[in-house]
């Protein structure tokens, strides 16, 4: 059974940092990628970032620059390091992989406002 389990989420001032953790189980973590996405209020779910099982990554033009993704295989983790953060980053981040169909996690808040 897939799990996949967020946390580090919460309120920071704008200009401020980040570092979110997603810990997975119930399937080979190493041999899927791990993506992060979004969701403001009101608006749709968003991909931020994703990496590859060898570690490529790639980012939403808004967040290149200043997300950094990364994973442990060892622990069975995907993080998401969050910098220079901006009010619009306000959201629900969610860790996901698709393996046959997508699993998600429950979401963790990230709220940036002064």
């Known amino acids: 059974q897939v799990q996949l389990v967020e946390s580090g989420g919460g309120w920071v001032h704008p200009g401020g940092a980040l570092r979110l953790s997603c810990a997975a189980a119930g399937f080979d973590f190493s041999a899927y990628g791990m993506n992060w996405y979004r969701q403001a209020p009101g608006k749709e779910r968003e991909l931020v970032a994703t990496?590859?099982?060898?570690?490529?990554?790639n980012y939403a033009d808004s967040v290149k620059g200043r997300y950094t993704i990364s994973r442990d295989n060892f622990k069975n983790t995907v993080y998401l390091q969050m910098n220079s953060l901006k009010p619009e980053d306000t959201g629900v981040y969610y860790c996901n992989v698709w393996k046959d169909v997508a699993y998600w996690g429950q979401g963790t808040q990230v709220t940036v406002s002064s």
């Open positions: 990496i590859s099982t060898s570690g490529s990554t």
